[in-house]
């Protein structure tokens, strides 16, 4: 069975720094670029940042440039997004996202839309506050 599995959530006050992982089980993330999107309360899903399939391609949306690192670890067939100076907007529930792309670069066009991905976790809540 193919599945994305996010880990790596929790409560951290604003400032703080959290390490989300996503780990594939049933397949190979070698040929995926993986994205992560956010859901806050209310409000629609949103892209935060994707990787190409072989790393040397990130993407990020304006909101966490700066903040936030997305990685690659063949070896461990998982997606990292290293969170820093997180912000209470940052609170939402965390997606990993795999789509076989076969472009070398990742785009906004392909980031910031949750359409067009083959799997999904079922996500890991980041809470930010005081």
């Known amino acids: 069975q193919l599945q994305l599995v996010e880990s790596g959530g929790g409560l951290v006050q604003p400032g703080g720094s959290l390490r989300l992982s996503c780990a594939a089980s049933?397949?190979?993330?070698?040929?995926?670029?993986i994205g992560w999107f956010r859901q806050a309360p209310g409000k629609e899903r949103e892209g935060v940042s994707c990787i190409s399939s072989t790393g040397s391609s990130t993407n990020y949306a304006y909101f966490v440039k700066g903040r936030f690192t997305i990685s690659r670890d063949s070896a461990k067939n998982t997606v990292y997004l290293q969170m820093n100076s997180l912000k209470p907007e940052d609170t939402a529930v965390y997606y990993c996202?795999?789509?076989?792309?076969?472009?070398?670069?990742?785009?906004?066009?392909?980031?910031?839309?949750?359409?067009?991905?083959?799997?999904w976790g079922k996500g890991t809540l980041v809470t930010v506050s005081s």
């Open positions: 049933g397949f190979t993330l070698e040929n995926y670029a």
């Open positions: 996202a795999a789509d076989l792309y076969p472009y070398v670069n990742v785009y906004d066009r392909k980031c910031r839309d949750s359409r067009g991905w083959d799997y």
